[in-house]
């Protein structure tokens, strides 16, 4: 198997041996095989010789498709920061949706068992119970604004102002943690149940879709030098550079916008890991 390595691209090579192609390349670097196509000029050379035109424009997405930053870091590295990214229109809207779901208004509303506006109040907010309760003449219940919703039993209140000015950001749930002082369970348990509560205020997913806190994605481009399709594996980046990108076939590595100018293609991305995943309204 080893005398295949570096006798062609390692896309290649993974088929014939029916393996992965991060284990060919892996095997290849570990035995300095160089590979099969050589690095004979700098990426930087070929853009200038080639001239490329402007970048075609991007295309329009849905208003239910997720929106990822390509040079937004995954990981931070030491001594870096994550920028803020925070979609100010889902920060507001939510902020609204908690502001009426914690209201001290003692104007009844419609019973969330029965839909029946035959309701009264029965209890004020007081120390031991935070919010209003009401009764339902219909169905015979006690609720409150909340009952019905995935916050019904959600706690720490205090911290969901802070907490919903990062669900809009494309950060991990480590970065959650760090910022807010809590553990990784409740950021994940409040990102799942803000998602869920999201498809029930507008069914129609556009605001859930602005939630990016927690998802992982992974870059599909040509790669520049040997055009070989497919997945790329990001490689770190830097302010002024942006991220970079690694080929697996031909182990090249290069700049998102060098790649996406010689190509004359967007880089997709496309969500590798969403731990707060959500399929229905059920909570």
């Not at 609204?96 to 029965?122: F, G, K, M, N, V």
Request: a positive charge; glycine letters at 6%.
């Amino acid at each position: 198997m080893d005398a295949h390595l570096g006798t062609d691209l390692d896309t290649v090579v993974a088929q014939k041996l029916d393996v992965t192609v991060w284990q060919v390349s892996w095997r290849r670097r570990r035995l300095n095989i160089p590979p099969a196509l050589p690095r004979s000029e700098q990426l930087s050379s070929i853009i200038a010789k080639a001239q490329p035109s402007p970048l075609p424009s991007k295309s329009d997405a849905t208003p239910t498709e997720r929106r990822f930053l390509v040079n937004q870091p995954q990981f931070l590295r030491a001594g870096g920061s994550y920028p803020d990214t925070e979609d100010k229109a889902l920060t507001a809207f939510l902020e609204r949706a908690l502001a009426e779901a914690h209201s001290l208004d003692l104007q009844p509303i419609a019973c969330p068992y029965s839909h029946s506006h035959h309701t009264s109040l029965t209890q004020k907010a007081h120390a031991r119970s935070p919010r209003p309760a009401f009764y339902c003449g219909k169905c015979d219940k006690r609720f409150n604004r909340l009952t019905g919703t995935p916050l019904a039993r959600l706690r720490h209140a205090e911290m969901m102002p802070a907490f919903v000015r990062l669900l809009s950001q494309q950060l991990p749930y480590e970065e959650a943690c760090r910022r807010l002082g809590v553990d990784y369970k409740a950021i994940a348990n409040w990102t799942k149940k803000f998602r869920l509560w999201l498809l029930q205020l507008d069914p129609s997913g556009r605001w859930e879709a602005k939630v990016l806190l927690g998802i992982k994605t992974r870059a599909y481009i040509q790669c520049p030098r040997c055009g070989a399709e497919g997945e790329k594996q990001f490689l770190g980046g830097s302010d002024h550079r942006g991220r970079r990108l690694i080929c697996s076939a031909c182990s090249t590595t290069f700049g998102v916008r060098d790649a996406e100018l010689l190509t004359q293609q967007r880089v997709r991305l496309e969500i590798l890991y969403d731990p707060g995943k959500v399929d229905t309204l059920t909570t």
